[in-house]
């Protein structure tokens, strides 16, 4: 049978899917659009298969925080290159996953993926379309969702939104500017924990252990290798604990000491840098 290009057009801008591929279902479908539709889904579940084994390490941290500021959510989705992190179609996505996720609040990046977005298709089926039509894996990695008991959630995406931080702060006032604050100095400096006694036990041994080996190749008298070694745990706790770092914008200051100044408390916070 014979296929218009205005067909082919409304196809196209119903799909978004490319012009021959459009017409291509058309002509299988002998012109009935609900069925070329389907048809170009199931390509799209094709080429997904096609692609499951490949890289995806690119794409976007995507955040959303509730009008009340007590949820906030980062999600990770990614692609296989920057081109198409940074195409309209799938920045629209992330967001929208990001806004799904702050309104359902799944317990789990599974149970996002099974969640309808406002096409009615899922998230998991919206990505298997979005691979077919853009020809790249995609893949909605992972998620978390945060919500604060008595405070606030300030979500802060760096620029380029390859990083994201989501922190809760509480206290009397100011708790947005200082969430910032702590959100910034998170991004930057990549902490283990927000505080010493958070740092998994494994890391703690670990880096005693590196210690005492420093100390040993340096000659020094067994006797005295854990107290060095604890000494130079002190120094981790330091540089890689939230709330003992140096405050980024005045180091004379920890994180810590800025936050008492201001009367805030920090709680927690989550970081998602793109791919880790």
């Known amino acids: 049978m014979t296929i218009s290009a205005s067909d082919v057009k409304r196809l196209r801008e119903i799909t978004g899917v490319g012009m021959m591929d459009c017409k291509a279902a058309l002509i299988e479908a002998n012109g009935d659009f609900e069925q070329a539709i389907e048809i170009l889904r199931k390509k799209g579940q ?5 692609r499951a084994d490949r890289d995806a390490k690119e794409g976007l ?20 290159t920057d081109f198409v992190a940074r195409n309209a179609e799938f920045t629209g996505f992330v967001q929208e996953v990001a806004e799904l996720a702050l309104r359902e609040r799944p317990a789990d990046i599974d149970a ?8 009615g298709r899922t998230v998991e089926e919206t990505v298997s379309d979005l691979t077919g039509k853009i020809g790249e894996k995609i893949d909605v990695r992972r998620v978390a969702v945060v919500q604060a008991q008595d405070g606030e959630i300030v979500a802060y995406i760096h620029p380029g939104a390859k990083l994201g931080v989501l922190v809760e702060v509480a206290g009397s006032n100011g708790l947005q500017d200082a969430g910032r604050d702590v959100a910034m100095q998170a991004a930057a400096m990549n902490p283990v924990s927000t505080r010493r006694e958070d740092v998994p036990a494994e890391i703690t041994e670990k880096e005693l252990e590196i210690g005492r080996e420093v100390a040993r190749n340096e000659g020094k008298p067994e006797a005295m290798l854990d107290r060095i070694a604890t000494g130079k745990l002190e120094r981790y706790f330091k540089d890689n604990v ?13 994180v810590s000491q800025m936050l008492r100044q201001r009367g805030v408390d920090l709680r927690r916070f989550v970081r998602f840098a793109l791919g880790d």
């Open 46 to 50: 094709k080429v997904a298969a096609k």
């Open 61 to 80: 941290i995507g955040a959303a925080t509730s009008d009340d500021r007590r949820t906030g959510v980062l999600v990770e989705v990614n692609s296989e």
């Open 112 to 119: 996002l993926r099974a969640l309808p977005l406002a096409s």
């Open 242 to 254: 939230l709330l003992e770092q140096p405050f980024v914008k005045d180091s004379s200051v920890s």
